[in-house]
């Protein structure tokens, strides 16, 4: 470990000295902490970082002047559909992402490295139940349908395949999340194939470009966004143990969305078949304000334009049919080669640009006081997952149906939207939807049948509550040997050991 006079010579060099103004009050436990985490912190990086932090911040929000003029539409060859396309077309890219997934060549990833603060929760967001009957959390509801689209495949092609899944953690998800997963036995998937790494974390800054110390012993530190997978894949080899596993294709994806369908092969399928390298799945805007990001190209190559950096006058215009012209909102669901990602991760992740998350940031004052701000006063630095898109040789985009493959957990129950409730609601309706199609009728208290209302929206509960487990059916497929033509009371709840029932 470096001595404290080698850690204040580094310091010195990156004009972040008073890091060390409380060393000589510690004890020699938290001063010994404190030092080895300064000194792995690189001068150079530390000082670029700071002056970076402090340069973005000064820059005006909004859109830059230009943007509108650089800014294009997807060309329509670069984007496809699950809900607009050919039924027999749909078949082939499906039958293709399972004989991948059969072939094992085919992983996700999972980028778990935020808290859930605006959750109200000091607890991974993995790790949050939105109120199922079940009782399902995220983690579970995503390891049940990894097993069953293993099933799908394997049943299909007459083997047993696995799909790994990488989880990518941070420096405050990673311990809670390694001990959820032990208690819950990794909900019946095989550790071996569950492999838990962390991103880089980096230190906040002031507006005036200094690191900011959250204790007297401790700088305060905050993941690298989601765009720190590309080092974090060089950091723990894990696209050599892809490699080593016959991975090439990667299904990558936000922790949140509880309708997240993981190794989808309709999607997996659809980019293989296209030749693609790199694929976002998309939804339509539900309106031009909607804060999500767009899908489209800037200066002829592929980006995602954030909702803050559009002008309201480019997110209002509209094509002939009267649809947005700019209508492909970003969903953090995407598809690699493994290839591709190596490419990035060797070459082009130095030319990613940071983006600036202003923040109330916790710090001790010049006397060494704990201060909670009420005002934002930091910057965090993060760099986004999408920002790749730029570097790909084949890029597609793929347009789903929002009601069944979108709903993100972002806030607490308060909020207007993307809660607790919705994101229960949304998923309650699907499972509604796929019971009706399969034929089932749902009864009131008093054996009368209820009106079948399959286009209700999807954040209102349905007419009957019914939730249907991954490990039954995936996307709605297989249901009606179950359902087809029978009765139920609310709740319905369609798990494995229900599923065996009905079949007798």
Known sequence: MASEREVRARLQRAGQEHLLRFCAELAPGPRAALLAELGALEPEALSEHCRRAAAACAHPPGPPPDLA?????????????ATRCDPEMRRLWEEEGFRQIALNKVAVL???????????????????????????TLYQLQAERIQRVEQLAGQRHGTRCTIPWYIMTSEFTLAPTARFFKEHDFFHLDPNNVIMFEQRMLPAVT?????????????????DGNGGLYCALSDHQILEDMGRRGV?????????????????????????????????????????????GVVCQVDGVPQVVEYSEISPETAQLRRPDGSLLYSLGNICNHFFTRDFLQMVSSKFEPLLKPHV??????????????????????????????????FAKSFVAFEVSREEEFSPLKNAASAARDN???????????????????????????GARLPELPSLPSSREPPAICEISPLVSYSGEGLEEYLQG???????????????????
Not at 70 to 81: A, I, K, Q, W, Y
Not at 110 to 136: E, F, I, N
Not at 490 to 499: C, F, G, M, T
């Open 69 to 81: 003029a650089r800014l294009r539409p997807l060309p329509p060859e670069c984007v496809g559909s």
């Open 357 to 390: 998350a202003v923040k109330k940031v916790p710090y001790v004052d010049e006397e060494g006081n704990p201060v909670k701000p009420i005002k934002p006063n930091g910057i965090k630095m993060e760099k986004f997952v999408f920002d790749v898109f730029q």
């Open 110 to 136: 999972l980028l778990a490295g935020g808290q859930g603060t605006r959750l109200g929760v000091t607890y991974p967001k993995g790790m949050y139940q939105v109120g199922l009957p079940s009782q399902k």
């Open 420 to 446: 607790p409730a919705t994101t229960r609601c949304a998923l309650l309706m699907q499972h509604y939807r796929w019971a009706l199609q399969a034929g089932a009728h749902f009864l009131d208290a008093y």
């Open 248 to 292: 090439e294709f990667v299904h990558v994806y936000c922790v949140d969305n509880i309708l997240v369908r993981l190794a989808d092969p309709v999607f997996v399928g659809f980019c293989v078949l296209r030749g693609a390298d790199c694929g976002a799945k998309v939804v339509e805007k539900a309106d031009p304000e909607e804060p999500v």
């Open 486 to 504: 029978r009765e139920f009371r609310s709740p319905l709840i369609l798990d494995e050991n229900q599923a065996r029932a009905l079949q007798l």
């Open 207 to 223: 507006f005036d470009g200094r690191a900011i110390l959250e204790q007297k012993d401790k700088v305060a530190m905050a993941p």
